[in-house]
Nanobody, 125 residues
Framework: QVQLLESGGGLVQAGDSLRLSCADS????????MAWFRQAPGKALEFVAA????????HYAASVQGRFTISRDNDASTLSLQMDSLQPEDTAVYYC??????????????????WGQGTQVTVSS
């Protein structure tokens, strides 16, 4: 059973950068597709970025393309999200997730089997 724990959230100003991390304490997610989702206050959960198990393929939501970078270190069982040029609309709770078996899409939250508890990112204008 994969257990995910996010860290790195905080309060920053518009234009700043922040790096989120997600650690798998069980070290069993190395063959899983991993992703970041976010949920802003009063809004639905939204796909942010995903990465293949090998790290060779990544996929981004249009709203973060070019500003966010997803990466993973399978030796350390960690997933990262480098967020640059942050904007107030990026304010949300960010969750990492793991998909056991490839379901054909990176963006469907229902395809992911394991979730972290979330970390808050707040961007002030």
């Amino acid at each position: 059973q994969v257990q995910l724990l996010e860290s790195g959230g905080g309060l920053v100003q518009a234009g700043d950068s922040l790096r989120l991390s997600c650690a798998d304490s069980t070290h069993t997610s190395r063959r899983h597709v991993m992703a970041w989702f976010r949920q802003a206050p009063g809004k639905a959960l939204e796909f942010v970025a995903a990465i293949s198990w090998s790290g060779s393929t990544s996929h981004y939501a249009a709203s973060v393309q070019g500003r966010f970078t997803i990466s993973r270190d399978n030796d350390a069982s960690t997933l990262s999200l480098q967020m640059d040029s942050l904007q107030p609309e990026d304010t949300a709770v960010y969750y990492c997730a793991a998909m056991k078996l490839w379901q054909g899409s990176y963006e469907q939250q229902t395809d992911y089997d394991y979730w972290g508890q979330g970390t808050q990112v707040t961007v002030s204008s």
